[in-house]
């Protein structure tokens, strides 16, 4: 997987570059989500396996089954995919397009597991901690994890804050381990 990210990490800098420059950052995560959704649909991965089609011709038949949503730039980004042989990658491709997005918005999404579903106050207060210590403007996310016992797990970016009641017994046997 992290092989995967670098090797789209060029092709989602790229699109993020053109996007910005055209002033077309929304068009464009729209046109990846879409190529990346129909990239991941099983008879367009079995077409994608398939050795008789050359990759410009697997491009082209990725854009026309997308040809509602793809412009001329859209076509070509597909074939400098196809030519390069990482039209597997445009999941991770749109996956960084998104970060740079939202890093140029200044937005950050976070995601709560937690043992109860969280109260509005409480999904306020804890937009305003993360706010205040990202100085971005919080998108939250939460779900309920029924294999918590209490406590929550937040994802925000690569930071990983684990306030769950397991991760804070396995701090504690891990301090007492030490002492």
Known sequence: MAEHA????PYGNAAFA???ASGALAGWSQLLALLAAAIAEPK???MMAAPDLTARQKAEKVAALCADGIDDAGRRFLRVLADNGRLPLLGEVRARFEAL?????RQL???????FP???AQA???KAALRARFDQEITLSSTVDGTLLGGAVIRAGDLVIDGSVRGRLVR???ALARA
Do not use: G, I, M
């Not at 670098?6 to 990490?9: E, F, K, M, N, S």
């Not at 999404?109 to 043992?115: L, Y």
């Open 6 to 9: 670098t090797l789209a990490r």
């Open 18 to 20: 053109f996007a910005k």
């Open 44 to 46: 367009v991965q079995a």
């Open 101 to 105: 997005k939202a890093q140029e918005e």
């Open 109 to 115: 999404d976070v995601e709560v597991r937690s043992a």
């Open 118 to 120: 969280l109260a509005e």
């Open 124 to 126: 306020r207060r804890l």
């Open 172 to 174: 504690l046997e891990e």
